[in-house]
Each structure stands twice: as C-alpha cells, then as structure tokens.
C-alpha cells in the first residue's frame, strides 16, 4: 500500500452551486431566474421537483459554515445568483442580495475557509433571457456590469474568482439539446451563446481585476476524454468531433487558437451556422484571450464516441458504456480520465495553475437504523480521482486544488432531487444533515494531505 501525499500549498474543498442549494426563490427583493422558469413549468424537471427551498441555504447558511469546519475544509466553492444581486439582470441593485454574500463570506472567512466565487453558474435572470438570452450580446454586456457590482462589494474579501461554470452546458444543453434551462433547441442560437459567453468571460477578468487587487481570476470548463468505440477511421472521426465539441470550442479560444477551423467548417457543413460566425466582431477574439491566473476543470466521466450512430450532432455520438462500473447516474467510473485531462490541458495550453473545481459521484445510499451513511462507492471513487490528480502532479502538471462535488445533496437541475453527489445527505423534508462516511474519510484526507 502506498501512501499518497499532495504538495504543501494544495488545496481541498467542496463546491456548491446558488441554484441547487440556496432556496429562497423569491425572497428579499431576488427576481425570477432561468431556472425558476424552467422548473415550474411542467414536465421540464422529474417528478416536477424545483429548487424553491432546495436544501435551504439561504437560511441555513451560518449552519452550513460549521457542518464545513467539520469537515475540515480549507476552500469552499460557490456560486451567487445573479438575479438576487440585479433582479431585472442588469440597473437597480438589490442590497438584501449582496448582503447575503457578504454575510457569508465573512463567515467562510471568520472560520478560517477560502472563499472561491463562481458568477455564473447557469441562473440567469429571466428578464434578460426576455430580450435574447446569451445569444443576444447584450446579455454579455450586462455580465460585466454584474460582475462589476459584485466584485466592488466583496473583491476586498475575495481573492479568487471564476467567471463562469461550464459554458458548454449553458450553451448547448440549455439552448441546443434543450434538457437544461431555457430549454431551447437550436443551433445557431447555441453557437451564438457559446461566443458571448466567452466574450463576457473576457471582458470582466480586467473588471475583477480592478476591484479585486491581487487576486486570481479564472474560469471553469467541463471537460470530457473523448476516444473512439472501435480503432475505425470513422470512429477516430467522431471521436474528434465530440472532443471540438465539448473541449476545443471552448479552450481554443480561450488560449488564442481562435475557435477550431475543423469544428467551424463541419457546423457550416451542417447548417449550424446559416449566418457564418456573424455573432464575431473586431477585437472580440482578442478580448476572449484576457489572460487569466487558473484554469478550473470539472471532470466526472469520459465519451466513448461511435460513428455508427448515423447522426452528424456530436451531441448524439457517445455509446453507453457495456459492462463497466457505473454510478446512479449511470455515468461510467473511468478515474484514468482525471490523468489524461489534466495532463491533455497542461500539455496543450499550459495554463498557469489548474484546479479541479469539481469532481463527484451520484450515489443513493441513506442513512441506516443507526443514521449512519455508508456510501462505500462513493469513497472509493473519490480515492482513486485523487490518485488519478497525484499522477498528474508528479508528471509537472500545475494542479493547486480539488473541490468535492458536492458538498451536499441538492437540486440536480433536470433530474431534481433524483440524483445524490453530496458527501453530506440532506433530509429534504426537514433539511438535516448527516454527513456521510465519504465526507469523514475526506476529513481524514484533509487532515493528512493524502491518503
């Protein structure tokens, strides 16, 4: 048995998301988001579950703060929504809002924990998704002067930021596949988004910059290991095609490579893009490139990707995985994904640090007769991504930390309440938590840099 020890300065923590955990729907002068819209309309989320009361964060937050001392955390990741800061997206500021954040951040640091706020983590305000969404480029605009609001309250606090969660997802899942909010299907539209939302990424590094002196800004992409099904030139092909897809349509330009020529050519090929890449104007690429302290990675499965599909939508190329281990979201468990991704991104981009800002399994298992959850799998999962991440820093990559998807059971957006990746389950009728045997296995990990 080996022990495994993570260099000094490394990080741990947990990660959240505003939507998913705070409740509070429409409290304290918050205005409507995408997502209060698109799970109060039937049929859009299972069992009709919405993120209403959530796991009631809002509420509960100064509780939340000692359940993470607990757990011996050093950082904790979260998200502010939007609309509880600029209830109409952009204008007239909502103090209750910001007062929320600022009474949490002060706490997280009271107790001796790191803040790490993500701006956007997919709660638009309805009110611009009214005028366009993130296919109008307004939307972007007005991210910078949300951005900006936030940043002058707590950039005197908050030494690290992310700009955006996974823009893939709020891109094409919400506006080309349509099983994520506002529930769109169509291309173009998708295209668009994606382009403005790293346009808007661009524009606010220098904003966060200013407000926030000295401190690191970056932001967080979704990645996936593509690799073809079988060793045929046509499954290579789809390979590629769900890797422009996924990863290079996002870190390409964000690292001055512009967006993939091979990618921009097959949607034009395809009739994605009728109007070319009209939604481009002077100096937007360069701005997309503004150069940024972290580059934060979500990785949670790899794409198994087969041209027999018979469909040129690389949304639609991925096979199931055949008889191998796979959670209860029926993602397959592939750990040797966290090496390769991370060893693909520094090698092919070199971004200065790397932080894994999620990483998690969903598992059902419930507390027993003696209220004890034992969610062995999911432990055993979490040991062997953090040895996957110990390769990858003993190959040179620059990885600085690992935040835990999810701190505790929540709202998993299309699938409700379905799904459990917290390490601490949450009674939803009475919202009590207990944390699980894998957050007291990663209390010991904390403990020990290693395992």
């Not at 997280?108 to 924990?113: C, K, M, P, Q």
């Not at 932001?219 to 095609?241: C, E, F, K, Q, W």
């Not at 059971?409 to 938590?433: C, K, L």
Request: charge should be negative; charged fraction near 20%; glycine fraction near 8%.
């Amino acid at each position: 048995m080996t022990n495994i020890t993570f260099p000094n300065d490394f990080t741990w923590g947990c990660a959240t998301a505003s939507y998913q955990i705070e409740g509070a729907w429409n409290e304290d002068g918050k205005g409507p988001s995408i997502w209060d819209t698109f799970s109060h309309t039937p049929g859009r989320v299972k069992n009709g579950d919405t993120g209403d009361v959530a796991c009631d964060h809002y509420h509960r937050w100064a509780e939340d703060i000692k359940l993470m001392t607990s757990l011996n955390l050093q950082a904790y990741r979260f998200s502010i929504s939007w609309p509880r800061i600029l209830p109409q997206g952009r204008g007239q500021v909502n103090p209750a809002g910001l007062d929320f954040y600022s009474r949490l951040v002060d706490g997280l640091l009271e107790a001796g924990i790191t803040p790490f706020v993500t701006l956007y983590h997919w709660d638009l305000p309805q009110a611009l998704q009214d005028e366009g969404g993130w296919a109008n480029r307004a939307t972007a605009e007005a991210f910078v002067e949300y951005a900006n609001v936030v940043s002058r309250h707590l950039g005197d606090r908050v030494k690290h930021w992310i700009t955006h969660n996974e823009p893939w997802v709020v891109a094409f899942l919400g506006n080309q596949v349509g099983i994520h909010a506002p529930g769109l299907q169509d291309w173009p539209t998708a295209l668009a988004a994606s382009h403005h939302l790293l346009l808007s990424h661009g524009w606010a590094v220098p904003v966060l910059r200013e407000n926030s002196p000295g401190a690191e800004v970056g932001i967080t992409l979704n990645t996936t290991v593509a690799m073809p099904a079988t060793g045929s030139a046509v499954d290579y092909h789809a390979a590629r095609d769900v890797d422009g897809y996924m990863n290079r349509w996002f870190m390409d330009p964000l690292y001055g490579r512009r967006y993939p020529a091979d990618m921009v050519a097959a949607y034009r090929e395809r009739g994605y893009l009728p109007n070319g890449l009209s939604f481009i104007r002077d100096g937007d690429l360069e701005d997309i490139t503004a150069q940024t302290d972290f580059l934060g990675i979500n990785y949670y499965t790899r794409t198994v990707a087969d041209e027999s599909t018979g469909s040129d939508d690389p949304s639609t190329r991925r096979i199931p995985p055949a008889d191998t281990e796979v959670t209860d979201f029926d993602w397959e468990v592939y750990p040797d994904g966290m090496f390769e991704i991370l060893c693909r991104v520094h090698f092919d981009y070199r971004p200065p640090k790397i932080y894994i800002t999620e990483n998690g399994a969903s598992y059902s298992d419930g507390p027993d007769e003696n209220g004890r959850v034992h969610d062995e799998r999911r432990t055993s999962f979490l040991r062997r991504h953090f040895a996957a991440a110990h390769r990858a820093i003993e190959a040179g990559v620059p990885l600085k930390g690992y935040f835990v998807w999810s701190l505790m059971d929540n709202f998993e957006w299309a699938e409700g309440y379905s799904q459990r990746f917290g390490i601490v389950w949450i009674d939803y009728p009475t919202g009590q938590r207990i944390p699980k045997d894998s957050a007291l296995w990663y209390k010991e990990v904390i403990a020990a840099n290693g395992f």
